[in-house]
């Protein structure tokens, strides 16, 4: 059973545009939220982080928002640029966490194009 | 970047032999984690440890184990390889808090198994 859940396996985006990736979890009990970024052949690097207690934290050109009672969250990527492209994995941290372990959806392709 | 690094890189192995993956950490971070990555699944994990001698099992732990007799080093093994365990390995460290469960990948182990 899929917790954490990426509905699209591929994003395909213009360069200079928006890219909003999503992601729903299914525990309202989940407390932190993560992204991660993908290249091939490469270990997942940490983009950007949100707390439960918050519903939007920003970096630079990264957004990530919240949405509780939807149980979703997105990022915003503005302006995406080819760089972008790469796999991008939304994670959750679950309830009384004592591994600090997280529980990552399937991933969404992005693909930026010039 | 965090100090981690797998090895081997590559591997190719036949069914039924066993197989260790290394993982290495210059950081001198408590949690270290096993994960593995397969088209449609994302990450998931295999087995992590909170500390010298101290580890337990993930959402996917049959077939595999762990040992950690140091600080720096996590191995995975495989006491008999199946053509079910072909996939990318990842190993990850974090020092967890809360509010704070980042974890920093390696760059990854491809095996094959024939």
């Known amino acids: ?114 | 970047d965090a100090g981690i690094t797998q090895s081997p890189r590559h591997k190719v192995t036949e069914t039924g032999t066993p197989v260790t993956l290394r993982c290495h950490q210059t950081e001198n971070h408590r949690y270290m984690y096993w994960y593995r990555q397969d088209p449609g699944h994302g990450l998931r994990l295999i087995h992590y440890s909170y500390g010298v001698k101290d580890t337990d099992k993930g959402e996917v732990s049959d077939g595999y184990s762990v040992s950690r007799s140091k600080t720096e080093d996590f191995l995975l093994t495989l006491e008999s390889a199946t053509s079910s365990q072909t996939s990318v390995y990842f190993c990850a460290i974090s020092e967890p808090m809360v509010g704070a469960y980042e974890q920093y990948f390696g760059p990854g182990t491809r095996l094959t198994v024939t």
């Open chain 1, 1 to 114: 059973d899929q917790q954490v859940k990426q509905n699209s396996p591929s994003l395909s985006v213009q360069e200079g545009r928006i890219s909003i990736l999503n992601c729903d979890y299914t525990n309202s009990m989940f407390d932190y939220f993560l992204w991660y970024k993908k290249y091939p052949a490469e270990g997942p690097t940490f983009l950007i982080s949100i707390s439960s207690i918050k519903d939007k934290n920003e970096d630079g050109r990264f957004t990530v928002f919240l949405n509780k009672s939807a149980k979703h969250l997105s990022l915003h990527i503005v302006p995406s640029q080819p760089g972008d492209s790469a796999v991008y994995f939304c994670a959750a941290s679950p309830p009384y966490n004592q591994g600090g372990k997280l529980i990552f959806g399937q991933g969404t392709e992005l693909s930026v194009k010039p």
